[in-house]
């Protein structure tokens, strides 16, 4: 598909068995923003897109976090729970993760084999 994302705020469309649910989305696509990731917060409103990034680490994270691994075509690979201080098996297939607070994604509908879409503001 090759799409290219700026760091900034957008919003991430579930489209699952729940029908289209919207998400906050943040979207980390420089070295700088992706490095950083949500490390050092609390909380997490939404969700946070790491593009491009095949896998993810939960060293220095002050909490739990949903991990979502999406092929290019933006399908869900794998979407797996992580605690901090945890580093996440790279997925082959990955060309962009997905991270958010632990639980929430599945209240989203978000599990593989299901579609997203990222609207840019």
Do not use: C, Q
Not at 25 to 53: C, F, H, N, Q, W
């Amino acid at each position: 598909m090759g799409r290219r994302w700026r760091d900034g705020r957008g919003t991430l469309v579930v489209h699952g068995d729940r029908g289209e649910v919207p998400v906050p989305l943040e979207i980390a696509s420089s070295y700088r923003a992706r490095t950083k990731g949500l490390l050092g917060r609390d909380s997490v409103e939404g969700a946070m897109l790491l593009t491009p990034a095949g896998g993810v680490h939960t060293f220095r994270m002050r909490i739990p976090i949903d991990v979502a691994y999406l092929d290019r075509k933006l399908n869900v690979i794998a979407v797996r729970t992580m605690k901090p201080g945890r580093l996440g098996l790279p997925r082959l297939r990955s060309r962009h993760v997905l991270e958010a607070e632990a639980g929430v994604m599945a209240g989203w509908g978000l599990v593989a084999g299901v579609r997203v879409a990222v609207e840019v503001r």
